[in-house]
């Protein structure tokens, strides 16, 4: 091919919704000079088989973020771009079968509020007017959003790519990428049967087949993709003359139709019905040996499979009774890309400088929008405008085997539109990584939840406890587990507790010029040699990347501890800001931590161990505690006097067992959440994230404009102190009621929206449900009183004082 590109800023492998999307979002920033490859035509993987579907509902502020950025994109795009679509804003209704769900509807609706989506609840009265085919005796009622709809996912590709193409980039069709190498200053070379292509930078857009695509990857730094492929079934109806009257009469289709409770959603199709199922006896493909991935499945479906859905079926027929007056015309069973939790895989890929991730979407025409918006700027800004976590691939670490995949995606899947309740954790594909206690900690009552991979104690049940799944389908804070949580704390707070907590990432610092790369990295100062303290890490625009505990060994010896999720995201934060000679080696999975707190914790450890218990606060020693090598870091998480205690695996049962035998009561993190949310401290990707400012966050006294080095952020937050905040972090006592302020509930003034929380739990200390938010500056005065909109229900809330509820002074923490 003479016009063969050679040469581009950027390679995207995949040539689907999101591949597209992308390219186009790159041209629009100006990165004209990109290249998009396909192996066959735009649209041949799972984009030609979409039902196209385009709604904006989600419980995540990032998807909904991003799928509200697609409907405002998808309504101009035609015009924009000069391409004919089918775009139809039909709106939907959400059928809610109880009071749980009402809840569910009650939040997302205020969220898309503060996002601007002008959603409504309904009376089932109302559903039945806009939709005079609905069956409605059994409902408690509906969610209204005027902003769903579907659109025709091939002509969005084309759109997509044509407005590509007329800023310049390049799309390369029936040229499939057959490999990529890495060279030492980080720049690539994608391997195409055409030819070569050199670039900065390469994205794996590859749909189902990013798994096979991700494997080229591995001698760069990178890991198998965590995905598998379900079969999803959606069928067509043939045409109703009632519908079509109805369309003529109105103008318009019929409002999509999701009835999450039973897992479907039923949409008009022409003048007929489109019913698209999610069934809980759902199958998988390309598991096993004897049902590989073919190398090409461009274009193609599986047989039919109705037996699977024909329930759901049937239950649409009673929901839409007109629909059983017409016969199915055709089924499309085609493969749908699926990660662990059911979210894409967006932004840098794990391990590996220079290259990006944009797959295994399970709503990608939905999200395809939005999806190209933010890779675009992960690549081009090195940052996205909102925090996007929900979607990094880095949130997955190596615990997510095939094994893992498969299960959970087969869960996920079968429970699409699942609520995600508070207390519920999800059963399949459990024990992936075991602390050296486990059995203990199982043994002593522990009811366990997941934390990257890491089996942790979420409370202790005692006998006759309810510990089945039942029982924690409630958004509400009572439940068996309410009485044991309070227990924990007041063991805490009056004797001392231990709390087992595996997979805490740690970061080995090391080499001639640490201590220097560090200052460079850090927005605040470096803890002298035998302290420690808390270290902030922002971004060019001084939001706040993470929070990391720098322990300080030596002059350039340094151990570097953050949260469980947070370990490859954190990781290649230290690995890319080191400079040759510093080592960064991650120990996290070859040690255990406890952390032992409560004001009788010197007299438990005082029997066991060697160490200097009179040492202040924030300082760390060596020692042996029964009888084993271990390492005694003086903080506490729970704001009481306390230890974390740090062995290596093989040494930790006889710790653990040690101190258990001393009197010290097992809690669990239900516990730890309520005490830290006492103290005010914040919880990663909750209350410190990308969204707010580390001076937004009250962060300033971990910031040190008058060091020399020019650490990430430093001129933007030098800006924003002189300027002003817009926003001010605050801790807030609520009325709740029966239920805890969830992660972004709107907080208001006076009818209007006037912050948002990030973290709210009952304090068993102060005896009162606290939330934790950000709110318009001006409004950040202790006293203040505003309202917490928690599922539906206003609840009054007051400001209180920028310092810890319990033990304002720490006094407790220094005793």
Known sequence: MSDFPTKARVVIIGGGVVGTSSLFHLAKRGWTDCVLLEKNELTAGSTWHAAGNVPTFSNSWAIMNMQRYSTELYSGLA?????PMNYHVSGSIRLAHSKERMQEFEHAMAMGKYQGIPME???PEQAKERYPFLETHDLEGVLYDPTDGDIDPAQLTQALAKGARDMGAKIIRFCPATNVTQHDDGTWTVHTDQGDIACDYVVNAAGYYAQRVGEWFKPFGGRTVPAMVMSHQYLLTDEVPEVEAWSKEHGGKLPLLRDVDISYYLRQEKNGFNLGPYEPNCKGHWMTEDDPMPEDFSFQLWNDDLDRIEDIMMDAMERVPLMATSGVGRVINGPIPYAPDGLPLIGPMPGVKNAFEAHSFTFGIAQGGGAGKVLAEWIVDGHTEWDMWAVDPRRYTDYTDQDYCNQKGMEVYGNEYAMHFPHHEWPAARDKKLSPVHAKVRELGGVMGVYNGWERANWFAQPGDDTSLEATHTWGRSGPWEQRIKEECEAVRDNCGVLDLPGFSRFMVKGEGAAEALRGLVAGGLPKVGRINLVYISDDRGRILTEMSCLRLGEDEFVMITAATAQWHDRDILVNAMPAGVSVEDVTTTRDTLIVTGPKSRDILSGLTDADLTTGWLTHQAATVAGQPAYLIRVSFAGELGWEVHALNEHMPAIYDAIIDAGAKPFGMYALNSLRIEKGYRAWKGDLSTDY?????????????????????????????????????????VDAGDCDAPYMSCIWQNGEIVGETTSGA???????????????????NPGTELEVEIYGRKCRAVVEEDQPLWDPQNERLRA
């Open 79 to 83: 015009e924009e771009v000069d391409y």
């Open 121 to 123: 609840m309904w009376t």
């Open 693 to 733: 400012s580390l001076l937004e966050g009250g962060l300033g006294r971990f910031v040190k404009l008058d060091k020399p080095q020019d650490f990430p952020g430093k001129a933007a937050i030098q800006n924003e102190k002189q300027q002003g905040v817009k926003k001010s972090f605050v801790t807030l006592t």
């Open 762 to 780: 009952w304090g068993y200390r102060v005896g009162k449900s606290i939330a934790l938010g950000m709110i318009k500056a001006e409004l950040a």
